[in-house]
């Protein structure tokens, strides 16, 4: 039997094409969860929504590594207590909407 041989390289073959980063999460989710949880501080701050946090000219995030690490930490300070779901939620969220990472 070759077909079964033949799916496992095709599904081989789609894992390894390049994937925007943070597309398992859901963006729709991850707007809330910041919504909740982290926006006041950010328009203290910036004022508007806060927004302008993340697309300031020397904003801090550069890469979706950095991303991901500022979520966690943020997460930890915060007492946000999500999981890991959640931050990749808000991953989702904060690259498609801002920082556009591919
Ligand atoms: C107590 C205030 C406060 C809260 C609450 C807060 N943040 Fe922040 N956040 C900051 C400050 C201050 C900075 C800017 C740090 C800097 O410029 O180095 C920042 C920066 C960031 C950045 C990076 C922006 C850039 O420069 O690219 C991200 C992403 C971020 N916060 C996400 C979150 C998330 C997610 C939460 C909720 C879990 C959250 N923040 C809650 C104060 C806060």
């Known amino acids: 039997m070759k077909i079964p ?3 496992l390289v095709a599904a081989f073959s789609a894992a390894g094409t390049h ?3 943070f597309d398992k999460g859901d963006p729709k989710a991850g707007k809330a969860l ?8 950010h328009i203290n701050m910036f004022g508007g929504d806060g927004s302008k946090i993340y697309t300031r000219a020397d904003r801090k995030v550069k890469t979706p590594q950095q991303l ?3 979520i966690s930490g943020c ?3 915060t007492g946000a207590g999500w999981f890991p779901d959640d931050e990749l939620n808000v991953a989702a969220y904060l690259n498609q909407q801002y920082y ?3």
């Open 75 to 77: 997460n930890a300070n």
């Open 19 to 21: 994937a925007a980063p």
């Open 34 to 41: 910041l919504e909740k949880a982290c926006m006041s501080c």
């Open 5 to 7: 041989y033949l799916l």
């Open 100 to 102: 556009k990472f591919k």
């Open 68 to 70: 991901a690490a500022r």
